[in-house]
């Protein structure tokens, strides 16, 4: 990596601005015996009438422990969208920069960059479903703040080759964000491993997938100090509400228990595979490093809409790149996998 400078990526009225001083932030260790009359809160005590903690220490203490991060490169979000909204806030100039997507992936980074006001500029994947390494390298210039890279990736559910993301995290001058949603369902290493080596690489993963968790909106960001302070600053003070750092302690207080259900959910994403190619109208089931299977059918729209009938809704992924007649099947229980091989099999 030549020269990366942050100070370069940083919009200009971020680099300047100052951040808002909640109450919490100039006094934050409330659990004591004080008076707290600083925050103009409800002084009954009802569980939830306190602000809560806007670092969330005790949270990230957990996830330090578990992955052998630094808390200084935790940000923790509102689910990882809001993490993935804070990159493009921070870096990206409305209507002058740009962003890389790698489709077909994951809809919200297209989503974002149109709330955002920035180009996005899309270069498919090829059609082994990995990034076109001479494309992006002729599609981007130094306006390009950042390339998006969902690996494994939605809805393809494969894993990108090892030596193309090092490549990129080598030659791109922007920042290079892994969203590892569904790392847990891979037995291949975390990037996380090598943000050490990286200064510009940011890795998201979330709560809502591998660990259950999807109704309490858990992200997490993983990237050097230097980002981390930068996307600190911007972030709604009080992001990540006291229900939900109550929930997640708990939770990760029982890791065994997730193992537990990420051992099932691959066991059954690996019969349910067999079972999808025994099925005359399936053509081709994608091998999957995720909680899901791409599957192509003979017309993904009219199998769509019987197995809606049915009462099984999947994902129709038909009008995505590279995804011509494709379903998405996210795994579920043994029964739900069953009902829907029994449903498939009547078609
Ligand atoms: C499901 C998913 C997420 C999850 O986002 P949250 O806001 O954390 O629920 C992120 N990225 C990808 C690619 C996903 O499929």
């Known amino acids: 990596m030549k020269d990366f400078n942050i100070k370069r990526l940083i919009r200009d ?3 300047t601005m100052k951040p808002y001083a909640s109450a919490r932030t100039d006094y934050n260790d409330v659990s004591e015996n004080m008076v707290c009359l600083d ?3 409800n002084p009954f ?3 939830i009438n306190r602000y809560p903690d806007p670092q969330q220490l005790k949270v990230k203490a957990e996830i330090s422990k578990l992955k052998g991060i630094s808390v200084h490169q935790l940000l923790l979000g509102n689910g990882s969208d809001e993490v993935l909204d804070l990159i493009f806030r921070a870096f990206c100039e409305p209507k002058k920069d740009n962003i890389i997507t790698l489709p077909p992936t ?3 980074y297209d989503v974002l960059a149109k709330l955002n006001h920035i180009e996005n500029r899309r270069l ?3 059609n082994q479903f990995q990034p076109n390494l001479e494309l992006i390298s002729r599609s981007k210039d130094y306006r390009s703040k950042a390339i998006f890279i969902c690996s494994p990736n939605n809805p393809t559910g494969n894993q990108f080759s090892k030596g193309k993301i090092e490549k990129l995290l ?3 001058e922007g920042l290079v964000v892994i969203d590892e949603a569904y790392i847990d369902f891979s037995n291949k290493e975390s990037w996380i491993k090598r943000l050490d080596e990286f200064p510009n690489l940011i890795v998201t993963q979330t709560l809502s997938k591998a660990y259950g968790m999807a109704g309490v909106r858990l992200g997490i960001c993983y990237a050097s100090e230097a980002i981390i302070t930068i996307l600190n600053k911007i972030k709604p003070p009080y992001n990540v509400n006291t229900l939900t750092q109550q929930k997640v302690l708990e939770k990760l207080s029982e890791p065994d228990r ?4 990420i051992t099932e959910i691959l066991k059954q994403r690996d019969g349910l595979k067999l079972e999808l190619e025994t099925i005359p109208f399936i053509e081709k089931v994608y091998p999957s490093d995720a909680n899901f299977l791409l599957v192509k059918v003979d017309d993904a729209t009219k199998r769509y809409q019987e197995l809606l009938k049915k009462g099984i809704v999947v994902r129709n992924r038909t009008n995505q790149l590279l995804c011509n007649n494709c379903l998405r099947f996210t795994i579920g229980t043994e029964s739900e996998n069953k009902k829907l091989i029994t449903v498939l099999k009547l078609l």
Not at 258 to 261: A, G, H, L, N
């Open 258 to 261: 997730i193992s537990e259900d």
């Open 13 to 15: 009225n971020i680099k």
């Open 170 to 172: 080598r030659e791109f």
């Open 124 to 126: 498919p994947l090829t």
């Open 39 to 41: 925050a103009n809160e």
């Open 45 to 47: 005590e009802n569980g």
């Open 106 to 108: 994951y809809g919200m």
